[in-house]
């Protein structure tokens, strides 16, 4: 394999590794669970938790697809990270747990989303890498 096939497979790879907790989040959880996600989104005060839960199913989506081909990645990206900044300030807020069990949860989950926003920044900033749609020669 020479060095160009290896980065493209690595780009792509990389890409769809990143995209799959995006896309399962949405059609594993959040699609097939609306009404109880809605119910847990509106009890951790999320305004028109409906209408914002098929806003997140779009951005998860539409999002995690473009990662995934590389096709308008940076709009994908950040729609992402959107995603993540909000996500993360309602359901991660580990400065308003009431146990130190439960700011241990939400601080591992605040900082693999924080995570998560740095990789959204970084395709924002560069690109989808080799073997994209938005890469095609």
Do not use: C
Not at 37 to 62: H, N, T
Not at 78 to 87: C, E
Not at 105 to 111: A, K, L, P, S
């Amino acid at each position: 394999m020479n060095n160009a096939t290896a980065v493209g497979v690595v780009s792509v790879l990389g890409r769809v590794f990143i995209a799959t907790i995006f896309l399962m989040s949405a059609i594993g959880n959040k699609i097939p669970q609306f009404n109880q996600v809605a119910g847990y989104m509106e009890l951790k005060g999320v305004p028109f938790p409906q209408a914002a839960l098929g806003a997140a199913i779009a951005f998860l989506i539409i999002g995690g697809l473009s990662l995934v081909v590389g096709w308008n990645a940076r709009f994908g990206a950040s729609l992402l990270l959107i995603f993540l900044i909000l996500a993360t300030y309602f359901f991660h807020n580990f400065w308003k747990a009431e146990s130190a069990d439960e700011t241990q949860t939400q601080m591992i989950h605040f900082m693999k989303n924080l995570a998560l926003m740095g990789t959204m920044l970084f395709v924002i900033a560069n690109g989808p890498g080799a073997w994209s749609v938005d890469n095609r020669k």
